[in-house]
């Protein structure tokens, strides 16, 4: 069945929800203007809108961490708020949720300071990753910036980018349900903008490094695992995130290629891909259609690393590189639907009349990010 909280609607699955107890876990969210902060309240909008919407993250969180349908309720205990789940026993939950905010205190004094410096554009808002998976996400996905739709949302999955790869996902056989659940997003900078903001974001020089202590440590957080010597796999999409890659851990990437984060005790591995969005804004066919190969190599190899971490992440690539080669006509439709909006009958019909493989275009295209770096989709 589906859910709906707010404007966000989660898939449940009964059969994946451990028992209820008649345990209860609380949350510490802080003072008023703590929570108006981390979860983006109108701190005008009065009491019940701050209820309701840092309800409505923790719902849909517990809910894509596949712990079940619970109760929720935000409770100011003094001069403090509080966030109690019913029937919750799971303390990693709690301690990470809480983490997370520590960290998002850390960006907060980043955005203040570049508030303070004039590099802020009025338009702009802090908007933290809430309301996914922290505990049973199998992979990490690391973008550059979201979208300011997903304010009125309050859903950091809902925006035109999530769905086209979740879509390439279950191209490469992850399962529609729980879908939701099987990845979360850390965006480098944790700054809600118009998706055409990319150039503007560039120039205030956000991903210079005012938020490293905070992706750092939600980067530690969200790809942490009981088994110390066990990551959990990561995909980096797109230009500035190449480019924080070689800033922070000295890694130079190219589209598809391998590598490995140090972390404590173990690494993460991570495979460089295209942003998800690059590929709205290619217009000929034979560009798009090998960055769509591109792409569902990258995919194929987070379906497969999420779904045993321990595996050769190089040997893993090669195999989805490998796999997807040989699949023209697939390529083909999904290119057609994707890249130029065709519906699922017309691709057909496009790709019949199609040579494939098409020629492909110059090196570069398929190594470097040409542009990629102001592209957004909401």
Known sequence: MVREIGCVAVLLTAATFPQQTNAQTNIPLGAEPRVDTLFTVD????AKALYQIVEGYFISSLLRDEFGNLNVAVRKNGAAYEASVASLDNQQYADKFTKIL???DIADVAVKAMQAAGRWK?????LMPLGMAIVNNKTLEIMDFPPNTLIPKRDYLNSK?????FALLEENGASSIGLQGFTAILDIAPIAAPANDGKALLAANVYGGDFDTYTSQMLDLW???PDTQTRKPAVAF??????WLKRLYGLTLNVLDVAAIPMKNATIPILMSNHPAYIFYI??????FYVMQQDLAAACWQSEMGNNPKQDPTKIRDSCVSNWKGQDFEICKLTEMQAFRMTPGAAVIACNQKTLPPPPPAAEMLT???GDDVLRAE
């Open 368 to 370: 470097s990010f040409p």
């Open 223 to 225: 790809t942490s695992t």
């Open 122 to 126: 009025p338009d702009w808002e802090f």
């Open 283 to 288: 217009s000929t066919f034979a560009d798009a």
């Open 238 to 243: 797109g230009s500035p995130i190449r480019i």
């Open 102 to 104: 520590s960290a998002g």
């Open 43 to 46: 701190p005008n909008s009065g």
């Open 161 to 165: 980018t999530t769905d086209r790869w």
